[in-house]
């Protein structure tokens, strides 16, 4: 089924898994990232930035993961990933995505918390669930810098979550998005004491960087979403680079399409079954 987000983080946090969240750099790789999911046996969440929806149309992308979403009985959600603009957030859910991340990190928590509720007034009233972010992840995605995170503020977090009825939030606990040459190192004294305090789903972002060690630790201390970005680019583009490099210009692109479209297939299928937690599934109340 085609489902907010929301309604994909209920179920996460009933059974203590975590969603899988992988970001889409083109169309092609949308096919492959959906039926890895399905074979895994996994909900999927579908994330674009603002510019790639645009350059690839939003209902192109709505299209795509609705069809798909009910053709092979997987649950797939389609989610707007670090939207600054009401403009850009508002297209996405007039186009049809299932959910949409305001990100006001940069901004005073008033002015956050202000912008963060425009948006879930729009969302809600239309079934579209939100995210919204407090503190800071470092790094660089989409060709936006960060020179350095900031770690989330537990009273901050619980302040925005009292004024703003937000269905997931991004903290800041040491992750850094474009980070693919080496692991993260988490803080996990501020993990658990966020986890202690707050109930509403939480969401990794600079996921690449996370060694997978840690992954059931995470989702059993909250985390709900868990955003890969790099490493499907990174890859998708490495395997692209081999093809496009020794292929004959006449031959039909599928042929140089298809071994990328498989290495996102096996990276999306293997994070998947890791996300669902099997080793350490226990009901959380």
């Known amino acids: 089924m085609y489902k907010n987000l929301g309604e994909m983080l209920r179920g996460a946090q009933a059974l203590n898994y975590t969603v899988g969240a992988f970001n889409a750099h083109n169309l092609e790789m949308v096919p492959a990232m959906i039926t890895a ?147 993260t190192k988490l803080n996990w004294p501020l993990i658990e004491m966020l986890h202690a305090r707050i109930s509403t789903p939480m969401v990794i972002h600079g996921g690449t960087g996370v060694d997978e060690d840690d992954y059931h630790r995470l989702t059993n201390n909250g985390f709900r979403k868990f955003n890969v970005g790099t490493e499907l680019l990174v890859n998708w583009t490495r395997v692209a680079k081999e093809m496009f490099g020794k292929t004959e210009v006449n031959s039909s692109l599928r042929n ?17 079954e890791l996300f669902m937690n099997v080793e350490n599934q226990s009901v959380v109340s």
Do not use: W
């Open 37 to 183: 999911a399905k074979d895994a046996g996994a909900p999927i969440i579908i994330q674009t930035s603002v510019g790639t929806a645009e350059y690839v149309g939003m209902k192109n992308f709505v299209a795509i993961c609705r069809s798909m979403a009910d053709d092979l009985l997987v649950d797939v959600g389609l989610h707007l990933d670090h939207a600054k603009s009401f403009d850009a957030i508002k297209s996405a859910i007039d186009a049809g995505y299932s959910s949409v991340m305001f990100d006001g990190s940069a901004l005073s928590l008033r002015e956050n918390m202000e912008r963060a509720q425009r948006v879930v007034d729009y969302a809600h009233a239309r079934q579209v669930s939100v995210e919204c972010e407090i503190g800071t992840i470092g790094g660089t995605e989409e060709g936006v810098t960060i020179a350095e995170g900031k770690y989330t503020d537990p009273a901050q977090a619980l302040t925005f979550l009292e004024n703003v009825d937000v269905d997931a939030l991004a903290v800041g606990i040491g992750t850094h998005h474009g980070q693919f040459k080496s692991k």
């Open 256 to 272: 140089n399409i298809l071994p990328c479209n498989t290495t996102v297939y096996n990276i999306v299928r293997h994070k998947s």
